[in-house]
Nanobody
Framework: QVQLVESGGGLVQAGGSLRLSCAASGRTFSTNRMGWFRQAPGKEREFVGWIGNSVISTYYGDSVKGRFTISRDNAKNTVYLQMNSLKPEDTAVYYC?????????????????WGQGTQVTVSS
């Protein structure tokens, strides 16, 4: 059974940092691109970024570019999201997901497996 578990969320002041982790189990995802999304109350799930299987390739949404960094440790089957210079508008539930290999990688429809999410709250 495939399972993704996010952790590391919490409450932080504006300008602070958090690092989220996404631990996968049930199979290895070292050959899959992995993505991060977020969803604020009353809004659609928003693309944050993805990382390629080679860890060299990353891509970020405009709203987080320059502040967030995605990395991965394939030996641990874990993906990370380092979030710096956090803003109140970054408040959301953050999800990791496994890209299916087909479909639009920038939308939720391109992903097969999802974690349960972790809450990030940034206070002003």
């Amino acid at each position: 059974q495939v399972q993704l578990v996010e952790s590391g969320g919490g409450l932080v002041q504006a300008g602070g940092s958090l690092r989220l982790s996404c631990a996968a189990s049930g199979r290895t995802f070292s050959t899959n691109r992995m993505g991060w999304f977020r969803q604020a109350p009353g809004k659609e799930r928003e693309f944050v970024g993805w990382i390629g299987n080679s860890v060299i390739s990353t891509y970020y949404g405009d709203s987080v570019k320059g502040r967030f960094t995605i990395s991965r440790d394939n030996a641990k089957n874990t993906v990370y999201l380092q979030m710096n210079s956090l803003k109140p508008e970054d408040t959301a539930v953050y999800y990791c997901a496994v890209y299916s290999g087909s479909g639009n990688i920038y939308t939720t429809r391109g992903y097969d497996y999802w974690g349960q999410g972790t809450q990030v709250t940034v206070s002003s």
